[in-house]
């Protein structure tokens, strides 16, 4: 155990034991973050879409085959692998039962097969197993793959995600990145402060495939997550049969060694900052909502129950409203987002296609002298071919220095509308706080994460059939009659790709914007709807107090004047650990 680790799990231990002693926090939210502190516990989520091997590579990377591999879905079911003496499993059942069970017991709960639709209501199994990888409490969270014909598979590991300390992302070497893949990227990165992508199945590519493999692969993830990714070529399959066989890999030839070495490199340099910080994160947000519900249902006490159900009523018409505010402001953000298309864009795209025409004019004359000694079919090939190419590298230049300008005016974009909504949300809290009298500090909520993707799009080069078909009539016409012929072509060929590539990156850029703003209405629509849940919960324990005796009210009124009390005094002590351990 890395020496920092010591004195912060003791005293985030204490304030955890302390946090259980406070009325109304829950209890099994309570019991997983103490189970997390004491046993060190680190999640790391291995997610990706169906049939990319990441059971395989589990069981690669724990020698031992241990999860169920196959080409047919699993259910909605996380499934936990832990340290253990021995290879057993736990069922923990959605009622809350559990039962321990053999771990060729396993596939009758995690697989379609055995557990249609999850027909048993399983929540989640942990399976224990002796591996050296799980020693000092890290965990492998396999979960269900997305992208499926099972949507609640995808609806699963979204919502694991938050629980991950790291995500080890599977991708494969014999299918190109999708665009599912790669939302589901930015999704984890809003959580997860270290993500290994691991590109599998490479066996599968001669060595010159898995170049170019993993040189395509890098470009689209630097594209989409606006950085430098490193790929982590992997053969599970290979793998795990070499270990099986109680074989060794001197030479690496499976990949897997080296994603070890990157592995035992980050829990060494970076797994204590990250567990300090991520278990931090989720304590503030457990004092944050018990602290609100705690001030409310004070002042319910103080209030007739006549006098609650109207400021009920006037919450409920109030949330109504603001969410009504935010899912117009939605559509705001779109509309602004096409305006910049119109505005900026579509001025810079026309500029750009002015531009380029006049070059290529000039081009076309100076290719094509040289080429028409070679013949008819050279000159057309010869044009076609640098025609392409200077499209190609014109319109890669401008999009990538046009993606900058673009999304520093969007990050402006956001930044607004992420203040207005965050106003909204802290709107909704002021006025609860307004009609029961209390006193209201808005917590600052973190910036909005940057996205600096850049904008891609299909290159298109295919000439039309008709195209081909007069090409090849012209080629039997003397030079001094085809030359003119094919340099008139070859421009509006010329023409022809210019506006297909204009299309397609306009395309690309409102897609872009299109999901850009679905991603951002659903954040701030969960942010909303926690509050909101939150203050009429507390509405309603105020409402339910009213059958209490007068007594029994200076009782739980005292109760919830120590409560507050003790959530003070433990909000001070964490700021100070945090700011010792920072």
Same mark, same amino acid.
């Given at each position: ?28 939210? =309570? ?17 990706? +879409? ?133 939302? /589901? ?10 993500? /290994? ?16 493999? %993993? ?22 399959? @290979? ?26 490199? *980050? ?47 006037? /919450? ?12 117009? =402001? ?21 500029? *750009? ?26 000159? @057309?090939?010869?044009?076609? #071919? ?24 969007? #990050? ?33 909520? #973190? ?6 993707? +850049? ?53 690309? *850029? ?24 939150? %203050? ?47």
């Amino acid at each position: 155990m890395n020496a920092m680790f010591q004195p912060n799990q003791s005293e985030l231990s204490s304030i955890i034991r302390d946090m259980s002693g406070v009325a109304g926090m829950q209890e099994d939210l =309570m019991a997983s973050l103490q189970r997390k502190i004491d046993g060190h516990l680190f999640n790391i989520v291995v997610a990706g +879409e169906f049939k990319r091997g990441k059971s395989t590579f589990i069981n690669a990377l724990l020698g031992d085959e241990v999860l169920p591999m196959g080409v047919v879905p699993l259910t909605s079911v996380i499934t936990i692998v832990k340290s253990g003496p021995s290879a057993a499993i736990r069922v923990q059942f959605s009622n809350g039962d559990s039962q321990l069970a053999q771990l060729s017991r396993l596939p009758d709960y995690v697989t379609e097969q055995g557990n249609p639709g999850n027909c048993k209501e399983v929540r989640d199994v942990t399976v224990y197993h002796p591996s050296s990888w799980l020693k000092a409490g890290l965990q492998l969270v396999d979960t269900p793959g997305v992208g499926s014909v099972h949507q609640q598979n995808s609806e699963v590991t979204h919502h694991y995600l938050p629980q991950s300390d790291a995500v080890i992302f599977i991708i494969s070497a014999d299918q190109p990145l999708s665009h599912n893949e790669l939302d /589901f990227l930015v999704c984890i990165r809003r959580h997860a402060a270290k993500v /290994f992508c691991v590109l599998n199945k490479v066996d599968l590519l001669s060595p010159s495939e898995l170049q170019e493999s %993993i040189a395509f692969t890098s470009g689209t993830l630097r594209k989409a997550m606006g950085m430098e990714v490193p790929i982590l070529p992997i053969s599970a399959r @290979q793998a795990l049969q070499v270990r099986k066989e109680g074989g060794l890999e001197p030479g690496g030839d499976s990949g897997l060694p080296n994603f070890e070495y990157a592995l035992q490199h *980050f829990l060494r340099d970076d797994r204590e900052r990250i567990w300090i910080e991520s278990t931090c994160r989720q304590i503030v947000q457990c004092l944050a909502q018990r602290e609100l519900a705690n001030d409310v249902e004070i002042r319910a006490l103080e209030l007739p129950l006549e006098q609650l159900e109207l400021r009920l009523d006037a /919450f409920s018409k109030k949330r109504a409203a603001l969410l009504q505010a935010q899912e117009d =402001m939605g559509c705001l953000i779109l509309s602004d987002c096409q305006k910049t298309v119109k505005r900026r864009l579509q001025p810079d795209l026309d500029t *750009f296609k002015r531009h380029l025409r006049s070059q290529l004019q000039d081009h076309l004359e100076q290719w094509g002298l040289p080429l028409r000694r070679g013949g008819t079919r050279a000159l @057309q090939a010869g044009l076609e #071919e640098r025609t392409v190419s200077a499209i190609r590298s014109a319109f890669d230049a401008w999009r990538k220095e046009e993606g900058v300008l673009l999304n520093a005016e969007l #990050e402006e974009t956001h930044t607004r509308f992420w203040t207005q909504m965050c106003g909204l949300v802290d709107d909704l809290a002021k006025y609860s706080a307004s009609i029961f009298e209390i006193p209201f500090a808005p917590v600052q909520l #973190e910036a909005l994460q940057k996205d600096t993707r +850049e904008f891609s799009y299909k290159f298109w080069s295919e000439p039309s059939g008709l195209s081909l078909l007069g090409n090849l009539l012209i080629r039997g016409l003397p030079m001094i009659f085809s030359y003119p012929i094919l340099l008139r072509r070859a421009r509006l060929r010329a023409d022809e790709l210019i506006e297909t590539q204009a299309g397609r990156i306009r395309h690309d *850029f409102e897609e872009h914007l299109r999901k850009d703003a679905t991603l951002f209405q659903q954040e701030m629509s969960n942010r909303h709807e926690a509050v909101g849940l939150s %203050i009429e919960q507390s509405i309603r324990s105020g409402m339910e107090s009213k059958a209490l005796t007068e007594a029994e009210v200076v009782i739980r009124r005292a109760d919830l004047s120590s409560t507050r009390t003790k959530i003070g005094c433990i909000k001070e002590r964490l700021v100070g650990h945090i700011k010792a351990a920072a």
